[in-house]
Each structure stands twice: as C-alpha cells, then as structure tokens.
C-alpha cells in the first residue's frame, strides 16, 4: 500500500511502501528495483540530460556516487564504463522522502516517478559532450 508523500514535493498522490519513513534504510536490488550506480559527476550528467524523465535517483554525496533506480531486470547486460549495474541481492541505502540536501544521502529525483529505460540512461552518459568553442 502507498502512503501519501509530504508536501515538500509538491503535487505527489503517493510514494512506494519501500520508501523508508525517518532514517535510511538499506533496500535490496532485485526486489521493489535494479539500481545503476555512477560516479557523481555522470550522474550530474545524465540528470541534467534527462530532466526528470530519469526516474528515481539517490545521491550519495559522502559516498561520491549517484544510483539511478530502474525497473527489475530492465538492463540484464549493462556494461558502461565508470557504472556499474547492482544486481539482485546488493543493499542500496535509500533515503527518507524529506531527506534534506547535503553531506549524506538524498534524492535527487523523488521515487514518485515511473522507471527509466535504460537505454536512455546510456544515451546520457555516453552521448558526446557539445562543442564550447567559440561560446
């Protein structure tokens, strides 16, 4: 069952059950959701990229990376440099909703959305950065 997201995040119905209330709380792959992980400057990249048609995305500013949650079993053979897939069974910390910005972990992107392709998650990150010269 979903319970109703507070109102920081403005006009939200519901948040998934996996979503811990208080502290973080570690949440295994491969049950609610696969994660990619990636060093926090591509996962910069990609959110800047997708907008937030990236789905949910924890940042993990002490730790330096970011973990895009995708579907289960949405990228069985994910193989992109500097990211890695956590597969079915790894523990991801997830934030509280209400987790503030800062030194610890949070969303970037509240888990109130659907879940990305994949592929548009490679798209992002591997996608040539545009030419500057002359700006």
Known sequence: MARRAPA??????????????????PVECGVYFDAIRLPADLGALALDRMARACGPVVVNTYAGFWAFLIATGS???????????????????????????????????????????????????????????GA
């Open 75 to 133: 990228a069985p053979h994910w193989r992109v440099q500097r990211t890695r897939l956590l597969r079915p069974g790894t523990l991801l910390a997830l934030p509280p909703l209400n987790a503030p910005e800062g030194r610890d972990i949070h969303w970037a992107v509240a888990p109130t959305t659907g879940w990305p392709d994949p592929d548009e998650i490679h798209r992002a990150i591997t996608a040539p950065l545009p030419n500057r010269l």
């Open 8 to 25: 920081p995040f403005g006009r939200i119905d519901a948040i998934p059950d996996w979503v811990p209330c208080g502290l973080p709380v």
